[in-house]
């Protein structure tokens, strides 16, 4: 094995089987390990977990398969402080929100996949229309705290980074088939090997299924290709390919109360709706050794993301075709006869470079570690909204015909200092952006730039290895939609950039073996926080204000215990946070994802709203699992996903309207119970799984920004997984 794979490439797959991440041990020396392949580490800079200054959560391969989770929603809610908000029912458009900020669209989380953004455009409409299967990653990191900065452009709430599968050593994968209830089917094959020098990897997964609405159904197919080739002994290379294709019938529009009453909450007349899209992606990861304490990582991606959505209505609002008066009234909609459709059609180019440089020093004969670098990431948007006669096809007029572009510069550093138990983690980040817009329709044009200083500090203190805590401190950002900043007319908005100060208290302890404890305090005090506009799109926000998010009595929480009957009742009956131990045949006692927060107003728009709750912020997530598994190969999981009381808009309205648009209202807290079952074959290598989802089938309100939308209903699924 070269040199390069034993200082670089410090295993995922160890990782994997301690439950912690590469993230957190990808720079801990081995200089004589056998490794296998690269690690994407979106933490390079962190000798241990000790040394990190702020909270990360990981779930592994062995989580995700054991839940036998079916979309990156029910995988999410595990991790403290996550709120994945449903919306069509099959997880292909997540609303992730962290520590309470609003989860719309994930407009103010970052995704990457190893370490790469994963979004279509992060600075200029960062909007989750496209999301992979869960099928794709073989884990996923949660990061909050200070080192967001080494990351970006979005830092105020958490970063979120998908892992995918390395090639194994030796020649393998498996294929697995699961069936279900709404018409619910997932095939996923995934083979690769290690020939000499070079490994490779093919994933591909199908999915299909009606969702949790009248009138929808979901057809989806993913291609992932991945290849590592050692070229030398200072370096490695890594290339990505991956084709996604969607094509579902799918509306935009939620319901009114007076349909829900009329119809069930999973009425939905709109059944000439369709979206399909296509998304192309490749990466180029060069990771090059420049001697035992300096290495020079360099990413090169380039995407093109491509939506077609026709719909006859996006809102309870729309007054196409006289909708707004039928469905206010709670009478049935005839599709039919209206005689109009729009399309909003996408067309999404990103494409940047990277390089990131980590060098093991010494400062004034102190112990240091830094990690620098710089990003140059580039944005195409073409939008055109179109008006044809439904039953022709016959263009009526085109609404919307524009090209957006930005081009983003960041710097980023970060030093950390080791001083015996104690480290000191100082670091900046630098965002340039430019935005461009063109109205084709009128040739307006205009353009805008923006920049901005984010600095941050954390501290860490590691007496033993029992306990680690931790402080930090940084700047949030989170860069306007270029509609936002730009009008269709050209002229400069100046909405500006949500900016906040994040603070982080935490813990890490492991008080005796086989017991785990992380607790985390948190108050993010935004400058300005700007209001959620039209979700579908072409109105400018409002810009909100001051904001606070803060936890001050209730840390998310993470408790590993041993494995003893007595033990995991009395943890159980608590309700105290914990993961699974690591025993053949056990009790095994989870409490994941847990949450509370405050999220108040401070400073709205013209002074209104001042000490309500946030919209969208449930106060309370619990997600907690009870599990027993045996030595024969069978296990048995239950869990409880409990979302808190929300408010859908800033004036609190603690009851809807008798006849309204179901865009206001309170929306009640609720409990889902899932089951999951596995059963090992050892001699055919097969596993056979059952699982149920909303065991039961509880009814509830997810969303009403466009309307009332619903959760999933109970579902049942079951398949297996060969092993080759």
């Given amino acids: 094995m070269s040199k390069i794979h034993s200082r670089l490439l410090i295993p995922g797959q160890i990782a994997m089987i301690l ?21 994407v580490e979106i933490v390079e800079s962190a000798e241990t977990l000790q040394k990190i200054p702020g909270t990360v959560n990981v779930l592994t391969q062995e989580e995700l398969f054991e839940s036998h989770v079916f979309n990156v929603n029910e995988a999410l809610r595990k991790i403290p402080g996550v709120n994945a ?16 900020i609003n989860p719309t ?8 996949e190893d370490g790469i953004p994963l979004s279509y455009a992060p600075y200029g409409d960062n909007a989750s229309y496209y999301h992979p299967p869960i099928e794709r990653f073989a884990s996923i990191e949660v990061l909050k705290g200070p080192s967001q900065i080494l990351y970006g452009p979005q830092t105020i709430s958490g970063t979120i980074n998908y892992l995918t599968p390395n090639p194994p050593s030796k020649p393998g994968g498996y294929l697995s088939f699961t069936g ?15 020939v000499g020098d070079f490994g490779g990897l093919f994933d591909i997964t199908h999915k299909e299924s009606r969702g949790a609405r009248d009138n929808t159904h979901s057809d989806i197919n993913d291609f992932n290709i991945k290849g590592v080739y050692d070229i030398n002994t200072n370096n490695a290379l890594t290339i990505r390919a991956n084709y996604f294709q969607e094509d579902s019938q799918l509306t935009y529009s939620g319901i009114t109360d007076a349909e829900m009453r009329n119809f069930g909450i999973r009425y939905n007349p709109f059944k000439n709706d369709s979206m399909k899209t296509d998304r192309w992606g490749t990466s180029v990861t060069h990771q090059y050794s420049i001697n035992n304490n300096a290495t020079l990582t360099t990413n090169v991606y380039w995407s093109h993301f491509h939506r077609d959505w026709w719909r006859q209505a996006s809102t309870t609002t729309d007054n196409q075709c006289g909708f707004n008066n039928t469905r206010l009234a709670g009478v049935e909609v005839d599709p039919n006869s209206c005689n109009s459709i729009q399309g909003r059609l996408r067309d999404y180019y990103s494409y940047g470079v990277e390089p990131r ?43 919307e015909r524009n090209e957006r572009e930005t081009d983003a510069y960041s710097g980023f550093a970060q030093n950390r200092f080791i001083l015996g138990d104690w480290s000191l983690t100082p670091g900046v980040r630098i965002e340039h952006v430019d935005f461009r817009r063109l109205n084709k329709l009128t040739n307006a044009a205009g353009d805008t730039t923006m920049t901005e200083i984010l600095p941050a500090f954390g501290i860490s203190h590691s007496p033993n290895d029992k306990i680690t805590t931790f402080f930090g401190f940084h700047g949030g950002f989170a860069p306007p939609r270029a509609e936002d900043t730009l009008s269709n007319v050209g002229t400069v908005v ?36 700007n209001a959620v506009g039209s979700i579908a799109g072409g109105s400018t926000p409002l810009a909100a204000g001051q904001a606070l998010y803060q936890a ?15 033990t995991i009742t009395s943890i159980c009956r608590r309700l105290t946070p914990g993961r699974h131990c690591e025993m053949t045949s056990a009790f095994r006692c989870l409490a994941t994802g847990t949450d509370c927060n405050n999220a108040t107003a401070i400073a709205m728009a013209n002074g209104n709203f001042v000490g309500n709750r946030l919209p969208y912020s449930p106060e309370h997530n619990l997600t907690t699992t009870i599990g027993y598994a045996h030595a024969s190969g069978f296990d ?48 055919i290598n097969t596993d056979f799984f059952v699982s149920l989802k909303n065991l039961l089938d509880e009814t509830y309100i997810v969303d009403r920004t466009r309307g009332i939308l619903p959760g999933s209903p109970r579902l049942v699924q079951a398949g297996f997984k060969v092993n080759f």
């Fill in 19 to 39: 439950g912690h991440s590469p993230i957190l041990l990808a720079a801990a020396g081995a200089e004589d390990a056998e490794l296998e392949m690269p690690v």
């Fill in 85 to 100: 908000r449903d919306e069509e029912g099959f997880g292909m458009r997540p609303n992730i929100g962290i520590r309470g």
């Fill in 105 to 112: 669209r994930s407009t103010k989380t970052l995704l990457l």
């Fill in 180 to 194: 279900g209830t709404r018409d619910f089917y997932d095939g996923h094959f995934n083979y690769g090997g290690t």
């Fill in 357 to 399: 440089l980590h060098v093991n020093h010494k400062t004034l004969g102190i112990d240091s570690e830094l990690d620098m670098g710089f990003r140059a990431h580039f944005e195409e948007q073409q939008r055109t909204q179109e008006n044809k006669q439904f039953l022709t096809g016959t263009l009526t007029s085109i609404a």
């Fill in 494 to 529: 100046d909405v500006g950039p949500e900016k906040s100060w994040n603070y982080e208290l935490g813990v890490r302890t492991k008080p005796y073996k086989g017991a785990k404890l992380d607790a985390t305090l948190f108050h993010a005090d935004f400058l300005q926080q």
């Fill in 552 to 566: 001050p009595s209730c840390p998310p929480a993470r408790i590993s215990a041993p494995c003893s009957t007595a």
């Fill in 636 to 683: 048995l999981h239950l869990e409880t996903v409990y979302v808190g009381q929300q408010f859908s808009d800033f004036a609190n309205t603690g009851t809807a309207p008798i006849n309204g648009n179901g865009q206001i209202g309170k929306i009640d807290d609720y409990v889902v119970l899932n089951v999951a079952t596995t059963y090992h074959a050892k001699p």
